[in-house]
């Protein structure tokens, strides 16, 4: 046996001793783990961020805080009310109980760009629904990802948790990874990264909640109102330097308010490159050798970005705009960056905006999430109804309105599920309500329309079926 | 509020405990047993040993790895735990622990 396949064993029986303590422990007693982990990591929130910005490089430190707190408070307040042991809901009428039953040990796959507070988020619905979890870093971020696992730890541990029941490692090797995810004794895979983790995930053979890659359209509708709709997007795109995979990624705006939204964004700092400058920056946004996203840009500013590039722009910039008129994989800017650059589109009228929109969605980012600004109604649910997306957020900074809680009622989530065209479950944000297997006591309740059909006509090839249909719906 | 109640007959160690078995009191349970233990070894090697769970109403990791421990020093099958209430022989379940530990 391999040392990465004895240390993975090591972990996952650890994380089934807890789950078998777990057992053991009632609803009251769970969510006063559960506060006591949110209270501390509430405490760390400023601490753990500066630990993340200082070891990953990345990202904007009072964003990191900010993360940190979403994902503790905000998942807290989200969480805190539902029922995630025993009895979780009767239907007398129907005769059916449901019982919350823990999933098992969790692999918790934890992002570079979210290096703490997905750690927060993971652990309180792991706790909350009685799972052991087991913390796997990225490599570049595993000191504060360990930090952030160790502060809930010790907060669980005081308020009566079981022993291990966080775990986080800390070698990271893809043997051990590897090990972890197709251990038989796994429960399930909580994974959230790229597209080649994620796969991973799916190809273990254990149950797994991943995550789909963004490509997120933002759409200025000539109703919206543009000063408030560029002040949002730039709130959105440049919070942690763009790190937050629900971030807009192309604004597209009818030709006739074009000229006015490209004013509005250089009056709100944001530069437009002229294609000499688009040339310099597209060599350095995405990888040639894996014709992926450049990992060295992922969080870092507008200004580093053109330092990078060698081009000059504005010491305040907040965002670089990338003025686009195609879509595809020959035209980079159209993809997903996750850093503060925003490609801009001019559609021709509302129908040609709408099909830029939708070349974006499916630009690998299906299943994901779209953003619209407008007073339309009409024009929101018609774009709402073309965009292949988990959510369609309406007036609202998308990286905040994906994850939830803080401009609307989504649940409050650092894992955005993204259905089948992210290559998910579910299009939900994941929550705790997503990590039980629900159990139901069926008690007996006759089908009083099917014991009226007398059972001979089933078998009676002659019958015909609108007979049988009759018979079923017949009131009598 | 913890208590053990030993009872030796000759090869057999009978080990009853009351109370909620969590971190401390497992601890020091174990420490009080392994001293037990290693004089009632020495005077027999053959010695069976059970655990009588029947006023346990929760039982925590460390208390679990104390079972595994005890079963270790005695030999294969010498170890029991008896009595337990259904959670508890749940938790045994699922640790995977219920035959190694015979449980019942």
Redesign the interface.
Known sequence: MSDAIQKANEYVQNAVLAEAVFNEIDQESTDRIVEAVYRAALSNRVRLARMAVEETCLGVFEDKVIKNVVASQLVYENIKNEKTVGIISHDELRGVTEFAQPLGPILAVVPITNPTSTVIFKCLIALKTRNPIIISPHRRAAKSSGEAAKICYEAALSAGAPDDCIQWITECSRDLTHGLMSHPKLGLLLATGGPGLVNAAYSSGTPAIGVGAGNVPVFIEKSAEIPFAVRNIITSKSFDNGTVCASEQAVVVEEEIADLAKAEFEKQGCYFMNSDEMKAVEKIIVKPDTDMMNPDIVGQSATFIAEMAKIKIPSETKILMAPQEKVGSDYPFSGEILAPILAFYGGSDFQHALKLCIDLNYRGGIGHTASIYSNDESAISHFAELMNAGRVVVNTPSSQGGVGGIYNTLNTSFTLGCGSGGKNITTENITAKHLINIKKLCRRRDNAKMKSVPAEIYYDEKIDVDEIIKAYNKNS | MLECIYNEVSNQLDCKFIGRM??PHSKTAETELNNKLADLLEKHPDLNVAFNLSEVE?????F??MCLATAKQVKENAFSIISTNP??K???????LEEILNVS
């Open positions: 969590d971190g929760y039982i925590a990791s460390v679990i790895r959670l508890i749940k938790t045994f379940k699922i640790a995977g």
